[in-house]
């Protein structure tokens, strides 16, 4: 059996045990050069966080075991396909692989599918389901906060 045959095995039986516990059949192996990093589950059951996804939940138990938000080099192997959330959040830390054993199209059938959240995000703002507008505040007499943070970062610690 090949590594990646492997960590997709990992992450289906993480998704199986979660089901047992009343949780959604989702799991998620984080890999660094053939190393496993962190394994999760969806969690939203148990936490009631909208975002507790099993990949969600790797990058952050990863992040926090490497002390680093960049997960450069890691792969991300999960038992479905990931949410566009979770393949936002893995593009942003660096994950560099990600490989999924359950399509869209296998989930569709039992309301396991994100693909009309891929939709509607394709679509420009003003076509979206969700209200979404650019409000140009300043408030009056602040420094950009933009700049603040760059003038902070810039700080000798």
């Excluded at 095995?9 to 998620?28: K, T, V």
Aim: aromatic share 6%; hydrophobic share 40%; charged share 20%.
């Amino acid at each position: 059996m090949s590594d990646e045959s492997r960590f997709l095995c990992e992450a289906i039986a993480l998704a199986r045990a979660n089901i047992g516990r009343g949780g959604r059949p989702f799991g998620a192996v984080l890999v660094r050069d053939g190393e496993v990093i962190a394994t999760a589950v969806n969690e939203i059951h148990a936490t009631n966080d909208p975002t507790s996804h099993a990949e969600m939940n790797a990058i952050r138990a990863a992040s926090g075991k490497l002390g680093s938000p960049d997960l450069s080099g890691c792969a991300v192997y999960a038992s479905g396909h990931p949410c566009p959330m979770c393949m936002a959040a893995m593009r942003l830390s660096g994950v560099a692989k990600v490989v999924y054993a359950y399509s869209n199209e296998d989930g569709a059938p039992f309301g396991l599918s994100t693909a009309a959240v891929y939709d509607d995000l394709h679509r420009p703002f003003a076509e979206q389901s969700m209200t979404i507008r650019h409000v140009p505040v300043r408030p009056e007499g602040e420094a950009d906060l933009y700049a603040e943070w760059t003038k902070a970062r810039s700080k000798p610690a």
